[in-house]
């Protein structure tokens, strides 16, 4: 690590706990900017990652994107594209030295309209890549990074300066070496936004049954190249896709309201509670009723809804 970037480190954490105090994913005053702070290390967390930038600023997390791994730490980010559904677990943190983060979320619309502007728009790409990476920051990222949050000191400057040091934070993104597999997802006609186009889909009607048939419509492309890019994509089919969805809500219905397995099951989508309890098991490690039970227990219902949110079925 660089002097600039360890200096620049040095002044983020300084804001992050100014204005992160509690645990736990923290909202700011400039939209779409939050900070983290863990200060222990958390058993794995099931989540759905928006389109979001997240730089590490101290501590270290592991994600879990179907088969692929991602560790990060220290200057490090990660980012994603689309909605996805991640298993994440803060790796290393303590009380003199939580784990924080700072995350920026952000549209495709917003990708698009800053890589208009600079050298780096392409044409629609042929070959889909991975919706998630992880990179070590630069001094520009970071510094624009900076700017953003330094906001918090001047509040009546957010308005008009946030939206600015925001372009600037996914302009330094698009200068880097993986810029394409951020701006394929707003290209309108690239293999990427098409699949984007069916996991929106899926995320809106994850409890309805659908046929492989209808994405392939969505996406304008064969069933067997539709399964070809959404795996290239999102590293799993758009079938196991709609099952973390399904299971994610579960859990969240089960530890926020007073119903059983097989309510839940029927309410997110399954026919057979048995099916239900058995694909629950294999992904959360036991049964639905003794996984709630133990989530009770270590009080991470607390917050629940940060970790779990609503997949608001319709």
Known sequence: ??????????????????????????PTAIPSLFFVRESHVTEPIHAVYKPSFCVILQGEKEVLLAQDRFHYGPADYIVSSVNLPITGQVTKAADHAPYLALKVEFSPDQILDVARLSSSQKGPKKKADRAMYVKEADPDLLQAVLRLSCLLKTPDDIPVLAPLFKKEVLYRLLQGPHAGALQQMAVEGSHANRISHVIDFIMSHFHEPFRIEELADIANMSVSSLHRHFKEVTAMSPIQFQKQLRLQEARRLMLSETIDAAET?????????????????????????????????????????????????E
Do not use: C, W
């Open 265 to 313: 099951a029927f309410r997110v989508g399954y026919e057979s509670p048995s099916q239900f309890s058995r694909e629950y098991s294999r992904l959360f490690g036991l049964p639905p009723k003794e996984d709630v039970n133990r989530l009770r227990a270590i009080d991470v219902s607390v917050r629940k809804n940060e970790y779990y949110p609503d997949l608001q079925a």
């Open 1 to 26: 690590m660089t002097d600039a970037i360890h200096t620049t480190l040095n002044e983020l954490i300084h804001l992050a706990n100014d204005h992160a105090a509690k645990e736990g994913v923290l």
